[in-house]
């Protein structure tokens, strides 16, 4: 069972930048790929970013590739979202996600667990 809290989300002008924080509760934090997804009203929930257990493996989304970085500590059973650049089509609830695999996935159905989400508005 893992439990997962973001912080971080607010609102922030076009080309600002913000940071999301992920605190997962569990003893087995470091087995499972974490992941970042986002919705915007009146769309479906899109994957953002995903990072493996050892945080050796990454992967993004097209459309924030570049700008975002995922990066995870295990000792501390974090997981961050470092988004750079923003822009006004980046503005969704964003969501961390924990999914049983050795390997990134970006399916929203391989994850298991999810967090409440974090809203973040960027203004022009």
């Known amino acids: 069972q893992v439990q997962l809290v973001e912080s971080g989300g607010g609102l922030v002008q076009a080309g600002g930048s913000l940071r999301l924080s992920c605190a997962a509760s569990?003893?087995?934090?470091?087995?499972?790929?974490m992941g970042w997804f986002r919705q915007a009203p009146g769309k479906e929930r899109e994957f953002v970013a995903a990072?493996?257990?050892?945080?050796?493996?990454?992967t993004y989304a097209d459309s924030v590739k570049g700008r975002f970085t995922i990066s995870r500590d295990n000792a501390k059973s974090t997981v961050s979202l470092q988004m750079n650049s923003l822009k006004l089509e980046d503005t969704a609830i964003y969501y961390c996600?924990?999914?049983?695999?050795?390997?990134?996935?970006?399916?929203?159905?391989?994850?298991?667990?999810w967090g409440q989400g974090t809203q973040v508005t960027v203004s022009s």
């Open positions: 996600a924990a999914a049983n695999a050795v390997a990134v996935v970006t399916a929203r159905n391989q994850y298991r667990y």
């Open positions: 569990g003893r087995t934090f470091n087995s499972y790929t």
């Open positions: 990072i493996n257990w050892s945080g050796g493996s990454r």
